[in-house]
């Protein structure tokens, strides 16, 4: 094997120098080599390994063909393992960004919820890192990858009762005052519910929404599908509690369904297992399903006695089959709170229709209706909403659109907190 010239001639290890008694032939060598060069590997793979790496020459066992000393190797040591720290760091430092598939029907906020988010930050941060992927009016394209916002830390949310919702409120040991919020009323997609502020803590909630169990409400006919009311009025329904639990209310949905959640289908299956709260079948009778409903409401209504309390009712009537309508407010002529209740989100309504369609004049109004049951019976200031035609073909182009349910449930969200911040 050929020899390398030394630095200096016949240059040997120090004395002082550390050796490996590893294997035979290499007694000379520092322990550092033998570390770097021997792992896993027997002692004769070593000494052919340190050969061929022209550290030891073959024929002349023990001998460096290189004059480093101790301080040398230890500085190399301490250099390389640095190196490899940064290397190894950089690595595992480096996470992938989440991706979502945006589906058929969705905007930005229906997606951001579906992943758990859904604060303004997020659609701010949603949207640069999405620049270039998101159409000219800032929707998304059906199919198309996108990258999601980093997850801020979750509070979960909690039940007190079979329809009562509440916000987790940790006592000082950290335990929840409250059971766990069944995943079933706004299904795994949307549970759990994160907290993000406590801007309605102290305010009780009854949803009531329209027909439900073996009374769908009005059908319209979209292609070759049908269209419950019931169904599209509940979306909007439980839509609306999760947006007031994130703000730290009290909620008791007062129609449940056991089974379909929050759902971003454009289409809502139609069934008929919906239950009163709590767990009540539905009677067959028009006044016997108010009736019960509104018992239920009452009865609440007294437990929580001296606290800020108010009944939404939500449909999407039918009326005419040819009349597009906006969304009307109705309250009882008695009831100067329901007035104001309607009052405020009427005006969060106007001015987002004004924002979002400029051009288009927002026909929707506040009236007395006493005649309506709920608002009628309810012990609560009482608001009934009728947020469209179910039967109309603009209407159900709106409906069928999850972001748009959503977009519903934000607007009147915002409503009640005026209401609420401004009483």
């Not at 919820?113 to 999405?130: E, K």
């Not at 309607?342 to 001015?351: C, E, L, R, S």
């Not at 603009?394 to 449930?409: G, I, P, S, T």
Request: a positive charge; proline letters at 6%; one cysteine or more.
């Amino acid at each position: 094997m050929r020899q390398f010239k030394s630095f200096r001639k016949d240059v040997r290890p120090p004395n002082r120098a550390r050796v490996c008694e590893t294997a035979p032939g290499i007694a000379r060598i520092p322990k550092i080599y033998c570390f770097f060069a021997c792992c896993s590997v027997s002692a004769q793979q070593v000494y052919g390994r340190l050969c061929t790496a022209g550290v030891l020459a073959a024929d002349r066992p023990g001998r460096l063909l290189y004059p480093f000393n101790r301080p040398f190797l230890l500085r190399t040591a301490v250099l390389f393992a640095f190196l490899l720290c940064l290397l190894t760091g950089a690595t595992f430092g480096q996470t992938k960004p989440r991706k979502a598939v945006a589906r058929r029907g969705d905007g930005v906020q229906t997606l951001l919820q579906r992943h758990g988010l859904n604060t303004r930050q997020q659609q701010r941060q949603f949207r640069q890192l999405n620049q270039g992927r998101l159409t000219k009016a800032g929707g998304l394209v059906t199919g198309r990858s996108y990258v999601l916002p980093a997850a801020a830390p979750r509070v979960k949310a909690a039940a007190s009762g079979a329809g009562s919702l509440q916000a987790t409120n940790p006592t000082s040991r950290g335990k929840s005052t409250q059971p766990l919020l069944p995943a079933a009323l706004f299904g795994p997609t949307y549970s759990p519910v994160p907290v993000r502020d406590r801007a309605l803590r102290g305010a009780v909630y009854y949803l009531s929404p329209g027909h439900g169990g073996p009374d769908p409400g009005a059908i319209g006919k979209y292609g070759s599908f049908k269209l419950a009311e019931d169904e599209y009025a509940y979306d909007v329904t439980v839509r609306l509690a999760r947006v007031l639990l994130e703000h730290g209310a009290t909620v008791y949905v007062m129609v449940q369904d056991p089974n379909d959640g929050i759902r971003d289908q454009n289409v809502l299956p139609m069934d008929y297992d919906e239950l009163t709260y709590p767990r009540q079948v539905i009677p067959l009778s028009q006044l016997g399903r108010l009736r019960q409903r509104i018992t239920q409401v009452n009865k609440l209504y007294a437990h929580h006695k001296g606290a800020y309390q108010r009944l939404l009712s939500l449909h999407v009537d039918s009326r005419s089959e040819g009349q597009n309508i906006d969304v009307f407010f109705y309250h009882h002529a008695n009831s100067q709170a329901g007035l104001r209740l309607a009052k405020n989100i009427h005006k969060v309504f106007t001015n987002r229709y004004k924002r979002a369609q400029p051009n288009r004049p927002y026909s929707g109004n506040v009236s007395e209706r006493g005649s309506l049951y709920e608002v009628r019976t309810s012990h609560a200031p009482a608001v009934f909403m009728e947020l469209g035609n179910i039967r109309n073909a603009k209407d159900q182009r709106r409906f069928v659109v999850a972001d748009n349910r959503q977009a519903l449930a934000n607007w009147i969200y915002e409503g009640l907190l005026a209401d609420y911040t401004g009483r």
